[in-house]
Every structure is written in C-alpha cells, then in structure tokens.
C-alpha cells in the first residue's frame, strides 16, 4: 500500500528545514506569522491539532506555493551562481551587466534579492554587491540583509569599469558625483544612472 505523500511528519520535516534553510529561528518566524512560539513548535514537532488556516500562513512566509509544496525559485542564489561562474570566466563587460540585472529586478521585486552572501573570490565584486544591497533595502525600504551591513569598506576605491579599461581622473570625477551614497560609504562608485533602475 502507497503512503501518502504528506505526513505531519514529513510537513513538519520541511517547515522546520526550509525555516532553517531561511536562518529563521521559531520566535522568528511566529513574529512574522502572527502567532506564538508555542504553535511553530508544535507544527515542527508535527503535532496534528493546529490549525490550518495558520500553517497555511506558516508555509507561505517560508516560501512554499502550490501544488505540492514546492519552493518558490531562489532567484537570489541564481544571481549569486550567474556572479561566480561569471568572474571565474573573467567576463567582466558581462559581470557589468550582471549588476544592472541584479538592481533592476531586485528594485521590480521590492527587496534585494541576494539576502545571503555570493561569496566571490573577486573581493572588488564582493563589496560591490554588499553595496548594492544596502543600496537596494534602502530604496525599497527593507531590511538590509546581515552579510551585506557586515561588509568591511576597502581601502582602495573600488570602480568596476577599470577591470575593463584604464579609466581617466575625469571620467571618475564624473562617476564620484553621481554614484549613490551606499555606495560611496563603502568606497564603490558607480554612476546611479549606470544600475539599471532610472
């Protein structure tokens, strides 16, 4: 006989994952559910009695949709992904596009979209996209993600366009006043006009 593909078991199972998966602790998530703590551990401990209108509420701020629970698309580890492969290939002209895509669909979507860190070994990228990133919860009005506000500033000034071609004293006077003030607190300057969302 086939078991049924839901248990509380098993739905507890990937609650408690996908929560996890989230960084998301279980005072976390009742705050943003509305209900106590008390019910996220019983739902994690699959226990039968809860309600269903609240775990319905419970897998729609973990992510999940229907049918059968899937999970919506991390679009924000696919941007991280597109990053990696892309500065490992040295595309820097499409690494540039990259970051225009990034904004622009971050600022379509309301939040920034990379909520965890790329992780690149291109440290430039890496403090670029934190940049960006607060730039981004700042003008969507949004939390900035944590990997984002930990970002260390570097001490040389960071522009993108110079792993593509020298760029002139003039050209970067140009840019310094019209890059975006997250940006320059992080010493990244890029043209505002040049992220895509103007």
Known sequence: M???????????DKIRTQRGALGLTQAALASSVGVSRKFIVDLESGKETVAL???????ETLGFEE????????RGAEIARDFQQTLHAQDYEYALRLVSEYCAESIEQGHPLLDKSPALEDAQ????LAALT?????KTRTPIPQWAADITRPAEPVFLLEKLY???EKM??????????????LNVWIRERSL???
């Open 134 to 138: 607060q730039w981004i919860a700042n």
């Open 2 to 12: 086939k078991s049924p593909s839901f248990t509380a078991a098993s739905l507890a």
């Open 166 to 168: 020298p760029v002139g």
């Open 196 to 198: 895509g969302t103007t």
């Open 172 to 185: 970067k006077e140009v840019i310094r006043a019209e890059t975006p003030r997250e940006l320059q607190e």
């Open 67 to 74: 049918p059968g629970l899937r999970l919506i698309r991390d």
């Open 53 to 59: 209108g609240l775990v319905l509420k419970v897998l």
């Open 125 to 128: 990228y890496q403090v670029t």
